[in-house]
């Protein structure tokens, strides 16, 4: 049976790449229509006729993206979702979304936005800035969408999410961030907390009683949590550097110069 399989091996050559926001796997949205302003670009290879290719999808809302599992080294037999069953901890890699496949395929249904030239314009994407592109094809509701199919384990899930909304001084500091480092944290906090705040072993999260901080690369976010009314309540973000941290010139992540303005501009 291995040799009959290796008869069918065939190597893929990517036909563009995504760019967006989401640099580390915890940016990025775990099913990306769930969270809208995921916005991003694919921007096809020049030279191979791709415009032609791309006459007429235009009419399309939305659009299947073929994609490569580029950061990911291995494959994994069980996984542990983001929003586990009642009762389940782990489930099969085929039963799941995971990124851990035994060929790192994924397949994501984006809102089309716009075309320009070769690049495709799409909002509600969950895929990594730097994510190579295989294959492109138009979602047709017709064929593809079954919305009474059985979903197993996923039926079980916990469907109530949490709320979560933001202080004016987080509002602020998030949009001085955007400006100046060109990500943006609320949308990390939703992706991370609107499943609620409990579940540390895939976020760095710290609880305290009714609250917490949760990491961002090298910034914190205070939050505070009310379990009855699920509600999330972000608010400030600030530096997870120390004062003597930032008076160091060692600068591996070349962002102290913007910690620094923002300490001086929201913690004087």
Not at 32 to 44: C, N, P, Q, S, V
Request: net charge neutral.
């Amino acid at each position: 049976m291995d040799w009959e399989l290796s008869c069918y091996s065939f190597e893929v050559t990517p036909i563009g790449v995504f760019y967006g926001d989401a640099t580390y796997k915890q940016d990025a949205p775990r099913q990306g229509r769930l969270f809208a302003d995921h916005l991003g670009k694919i921007e096809l290879a020049k030279g191979k006729n791709f415009e032609t290719a791309l006459r007429d999808l235009d009419g399309f809302e939305r659009i299947w993206v073929i994609f490569q599992f580029h950061k990911n080294k291995e494959w994994r037999p069980t996984t542990r979702p983001p929003v586990p069953a009642l009762g389940r901890d782990r489930v099969g890699t085929f039963a799941s979304r995971s990124p851990y496949r035994p060929n790192p395929i994924g397949l994501s249904c984006v809102r089309l936005l716009k075309i320009e030239g070769v690049t495709l314009y799409v909002d509600e994407a969950d895929l990594l800035n730097g994510t190579p592109v295989l294959d492109i094809k138009p979602y047709i509701p017709m064929a593809d969408a079954f919305p009474n199919a059985k979903a197993g384990w996923v039926e079980e899930q916990d469907k109530n999410v949490w709320s979560v909304e933001a202080s004016e001084e987080f509002s602020l500091q998030n949009q001085f961030l955007l400006e100046n480092m060109g990500f943006n944290i609320f949308s990390f906090a939703v992706i991370q907390l609107a499943q609620g705040p409990y579940d540390t072993t895939r976020k760095r999260i710290t609880l305290l009683k009714n609250a917490g901080i949760l990491a961002y690369r090298t910034f914190r976010v205070e939050f505070e949590f009310n379990e009855t009314t699920r509600k999330i309540f972000l608010n400030k973000i600030r530096s997870g550097y120390t004062e003597e941290e930032l008076k160091s010139d060692l600068d591996p992540y070349g962002d102290k110069e913007t910690h620094r303005k923002l300490n001086i501009r929201f913690f004087p």
